[in-house]
């Protein structure tokens, strides 16, 4: 279970970069963009299977979290690891077990896997196994997103959304019961059927494109 200390925009573009990148001019269609860009960065994160913190939000946005864990890795005999929810982990801000505070020097992490672990070899004297007390770890994860300079959010995820917003703009404009058209010995075309983001169906192109930032389910 992992809670936010500080929130992030979850807007996973802006309404700036679509304009320019469909090129769009004047303010006509600024209202419906926005929506489109909060529901279907929301859609992109569904897609990813960013985890859901304890007040129900999912973001890419680089956020400060507490997360709890039952196990700690300077138990006796424990795994000398365990794996934050939310990745890339851009800083361990604290790791407390009860009222003691881990010394940094006894941990490191690998960010792009979400990984802490414990580097020394023996636990530190103050810590002993108490039933109910928990190791919580605040930390640091994700990207900065595209309303910051110089935004760390990969480029191909702020793409993803762009083009499903192309994607939707496009199908509002035509007879959702067409599926074809052709034009003898002129050209075919064929259309995306079903809506954007039903039941979790994104265009093969943007759903390629999103597959290498998906989080893997945890087993176990």
């Not at 001019?25 to 299977?49: F, P, Q, W």
């Amino acid at each position: 279970m992992f809670s936010v200390v500080t929130a992030a925009d979850r807007k996973l573009t802006t309404r700036d970069n679509v304009k320019t990148e469909l090129g769009i001019t004047g303010s006509a269609e600024d209202t419906k963009i926005d929506r489109l860009i909060n529901r279907l960065s929301a859609m992109v994160c569904d897609y990813i299977d960013v985890p859901m913190a304890s007040d129900g939000s999912k973001t890419l946005g680089l956020e400060t979290l507490d997360e709890y864990f039952d196990h700690s890795p300077w138990y006796r005999r424990r795994r000398r690891q365990i794996v934050l929810a939310r990745r890339p982990v851009t800083e361990i801000v604290s790791v407390t077990i009860g009222s003691v505070t881990i010394d940094p020097d006894d941990y490191d992490f690998d960010g792009a896997r979400g990984e802490l672990r414990r580097t020394g070899v023996l636990p530190p004297p103050s810590i002993g196994y108490q039933p109910g007390v928990r190791t919580v770890v605040r930390y640091k994860a994700g990207w900065t997103l595209p309303e910051t300079e110089n935004f760390t959010l990969p480029l191909p995820i702020e793409g993803a959304v762009i083009g499903l917003i192309r994607a939707a703009r496009f199908a509002a404009t035509r007879d959702p019961m067409v599926k074809s058209e052709e034009t003898t010995d002129i050209e075919k075309i064929e259309y995306w059927v079903g809506q954007i983001g039903e039941n979790g169906a994104f265009p093969p192109d943007i759903a390629s494109t999103l597959e290498i930032y998906c989080y893997e389910p945890e087993f176990g």
